[in-house]
């Protein structure tokens, strides 16, 4: 594995790429956790290049993290209130898990967050996802609340909210 780099989800093309990876990413991911039926769902909702587009006017950011000039996952942050930032998105290919990168990944997201003066940065995980909130919390995460939002067609999220005070 060659040094990790990050670059901006900067274009249509750029967005057409992490909605490719999450496609592969979630086949893997949430394949125990939620019904296809879902992930078919939920993947246009949350990765189509528009929706993209659209969060980053609204101030979101994407980034891809690369292995030399491979990109290997995403992930993407933003504003959710007064000093606080939240965490969207953090998605990584399965053949680079247990090598650390994740991690890696969520300390570039925390270092950016704190540059911008967030004092709290936090995210939503799907309770199933026992190893992403293991992961969160070997990196300070605790479990704030528990959610179950509906997001249309009858399907929802049941999520723990986590929190790092920074």
């Known amino acids: 594995m060659n040094e990790l780099t990050y670059a901006p989800a900067a274009n249509d093309e750029d967005y057409k790429e992490v909605y490719a990876l999450a496609a592969e990413i979630w086949q ?3 394949k125990d956790i939620i019904s296809q039926e879902q992930i078919d769902y939920m993947l246009p909702m949350m990765y189509a290049p528009a929706v993209i587009a659209r969060e980053i006017r609204e101030g979101v950011v994407y980034e891809f993290v690369l292995d030399g000039d491979k990109r290997i996952g995403f992930m993407s942050f ?10 969207h998105k953090l998605y990584l290919l ?3 898990h ?16 704190r540059a911008k003066g967030a004092q709290r940065l936090i995210l939503n995980v799907n309770k199933q996802n026992s190893r ?6 070997r990196n300070g995460f605790t479990v704030l609340a528990d959610v179950k939002n509906a997001i249309g067609s009858s399907f929802y999220m049941d999520d723990y909210v986590m929190g790092l005070e920074l």
């Open 132 to 137: 992403a909130i293991k992961a969160y919390k």
């Open 98 to 113: 247990d090598h650390g990168v994740g991690s890696e990944m969520l300390q570039h997201v925390i270092a950016a967050v």
């Open 78 to 87: 933003g504003p959710h209130g007064d000093g606080e930032m939240k965490l």
């Open 94 to 96: 399965p053949s680079y």
């Open 28 to 30: 893997v991911a949430y």
